[in-house]
């Protein structure tokens, strides 16, 4: 049985950097097609932050671009994101997902079939 823990978030100012880190269990990093970050603010819609396919590719949401780094520990057996630059508006819960098989490499919620619990990320300004 595939499992997801994030941990990492807290409270930081504007600025500030932040490392997340999911702890995947029930399943090695590298068998999962695609693996992704994604948040969710008080109100509005989940949303990609960024992701990772098995071949070695990545993926950005524009409004991330330049302030996050998505990458996998084999030997540890988790995702990570580092985010820097951290502003008042990327306050939100942050969610880590994977998904077997092929399809689309996207941010596509939809599309990621596991799930965990989130972290919550929050910056004040």
């Known amino acids: 049985q595939v499992q997801l823990v994030e941990s990492g978030g807290g409270s930081v100012q504007a600025g500030g950097l932040l490392r997340l880190s999911c702890a995947i269990s029930?399943?090695?990093?590298?068998?999962?097609?695609?693996l992704g970050w994604f948040r969710q603010a008080p109100g509005k819609e989940r949303e990609g932050v960024a992701a990772l396919r098995s071949v070695g590719s990545k993926m950005y949401a524009d409004f991330m671009k330049g302030r996050v780094i998505i990458s996998e520990d084999k030997a540890k057996n988790t995702l990570d994101l580092q985010m820097n630059g951290l502003l008042p508006e990327d306050t939100a819960m942050y969610y880590c997902a994977a998904a077997y098989g092929g399809g689309y490499f996207s941010l596509r919620a939809g599309d990621y079939p596991y799930w965990g619990q989130g972290t919550q990320v929050t910056v004040s300004s």
């Open positions: 029930g399943a090695p990093v590298g068998t999962f097609y695609r």
